[in-house]
């Protein structure tokens, strides 16, 4: 069945350091996977999405990489803060049937230790 | 910037009672959704909405339903409140065109049924 999941449920590591965090999904047939960071006491926020067709895109200190050979997503930190300590969700906009819901990873934990 | 508030931050209810919960967003927004949280099963989609007085099934309907009557807000309900329907419930909206892939979140309701 479709299922987006993570490789690693919690992260931790020291503030300056880059993070990683992987996504693995089962569901080809996806428009755009999509990054979510939810803080404590807060609910999702949209960090930034990449379309099927690329493999890398880049914002304000975070990268996706998406590696459709093996299914593969993962959300680049660069020099990582305190404030980047949260729940990061992957997502995936499916292209053919009901596309207006979106398929969400099950989240993995990031703290930032100083 | 786009708000979406929830009607209560947290919620203590019996089993039995029928609850509702609102959400209101500020931003002309179609879409509307519903979500419950639960920890280890991340993000799960109870209802959405892409227009008024129309409602689609997520994944997990059983036991809610829901109204959207105006643009700017859309009632959870539930009619017969169960323990098992103890999570933290989350509201989320979403435009169209460029931002399709960003949906915006309110704060989330922590409900209660004992």
């Known amino acids: 069945g479709e299922s987006v999941g993570l490789h690693l449920p919690t992260l931790s590591v020291q503030e300056g350091d880059n993070s990683i965090i992987n996504c693995a999904y089962s569901?080809?047939?996806?428009?755009?996977f999509i990054w979510y960071k939810q803080e404590s006491g807060k609910g999702p926020q949209f960090i930034i999405d990449?379309?099927?067709n690329m493999d890398k895109r880049q914002g304000q200190r975070v990268t996706v990489l998406l590696n459709k050979t093996v299914k593969h997503l993962s959300l680049q930190i660069a020099a990582t803060q305190p404030g980047d300590s949260a729940v990061y969700f992957c997502?995936?906009?499916?292209?053919?049937?009901?596309?207006?819901?979106?398929?969400w990873g099950l989240g993995t934990s990031l703290a930032v230790n100083p | 910037d786009v708000k979406v508030t929830q009607s209560s931050r947290y919620l203590v209810k019996r089993t039995g009672e029928k609850v509702f919960l609102e959400c209101v967003q500020d931003?002309?927004?179609?879409?509307m959704f519903w979500y419950r949280q639960d920890p280890g099963l991340g993000l799960r989609l109870i209802y959405f909405?892409?227009?008024?007085?129309?409602?689609e099934k997520g994944d997990i309907p059983e036991g809610y339903s829901v109204s959207r009557e105006k643009k700017e807000r859309f009632s959870l309900i539930l009619e017969s409140a169960s323990t098992n329907q103890t999570s933290m419930y989350l509201c989320?909206?979403?435009?169209?065109?460029?931002?399709?892939?960003?949906?915006?979140f309110g704060p989330g309701t922590r409900l209660t049924v004992l």
């Open positions: 997502a995936e906009k499916p292209h053919a049937g009901n596309n207006r819901k979106l398929i």
């Open positions: 569901n080809s047939a996806s428009d755009y």
């Open positions: 990449i379309r099927s």
């Open positions: 931003m002309d927004h179609e879409n």
């Open positions: 909405s892409y227009d008024v007085k129309m409602k």
């Open positions: 989320a909206s979403r435009g169209g065109g460029a931002s399709y892939n960003e949906q915006f």
